[in-house]
């Protein structure tokens, strides 16, 4: 497997121009793709992964979220749970349908079989990237790869919780978020500290509950030292909302959070 990071950056911008740019939806997430590709480095370099391993994080993170314009265009919505699995559906247009030629340069035969395996890695990434918890049968090297994919998309899906309406991630209206209490399930599942499973989220606040989970799953303490320096995660755990209790649930939430990050 081979590729030229500018021909990977200039065919993933003529693939989005297929899409409306002007939704912020397309535009967060080709903004998302970009940050996290540099994360996925970021967190390569920093467990001293040679350059060539480096690149490979990276274009995992370049390619994990092709599966979202599609789903967007075809069910007007990033939730997966009321469309379709988004990691699934990349995986089937850059695997199956061939898109993925478009990103790689052709190889020579030599050292092909090394190559074709770390295709499979980036194929696995890419599957996976989005599920609960990875399959326990990968190895190691397979394992790193996600780990260090889903690092990098769990901390940057705190920053667009920050920086993009929660109202126009959700589809739901400020009166509906904030106007809503935590599903019990979902904080009894956050308190055991645990990423929330999709099917207890119930009212829309347990998605912004869910988010928040994310960092209890966080593997590199590179990806850690990343969220407390960016702050994105404290913002999103003082969500303000109209109802007494759910403010009473947030106060516990944020005290949670802190005694897993070893601050208090």
Known sequence: MKFDKNQVKKVFA???????????????????TYRVSELCRRIAKS???????????????????????????????????????????????????????????????????????????????????????????????????????????KIDILRVNVETPLEDIYNVTTKELRGCAVTQAVMD??????????SL????VDFVVGHISLAFELVYPESRRAVKEQGYLDKLMHFSSDLPETEEQFVLIRRRMAEFLGEE
């Open 201 to 204: 989220k119930k009212a829309p």
């Open 47 to 153: 467990i001293s992964l040679p350059e060539e391993d480096c690149d490979i994080a990276w274009f995992c993170g370049m390619l994990h979220d092709i599966g979202r314009f599609e789903q967007l265009r075809i069910y007007n919505t990033f939730i997966d749970s009321q469309s379709v699995n988004h990691a699934h559906l990349g995986h089937r247009i850059l695997f199956e349908e061939g898109r993925i030629n478009d990103y790689l340069v052709e190889c020579p035969e030599d050292g092909k079989d090394a190559e074709d395996a770390d295709l499979e890695i980036v194929k696995k990434a890419i599957y996976y990237h989005s599920d609960y918890r990875l399959p326990k049968e990968l190895d190691d090297r397979t394992k790193m790869f996600c780990d260090i994919l889903r690092d990098a998309d």
């Open 14 to 32: 003529e693939y989005t121009k297929n899409y409306d740019i002007s939704d912020p939806k397309v535009s967060l997430k080709v903004a998302h």
């Open 189 to 198: 599942n956050f308190m055991e500290g645990h990423a929330t499973l999709r």
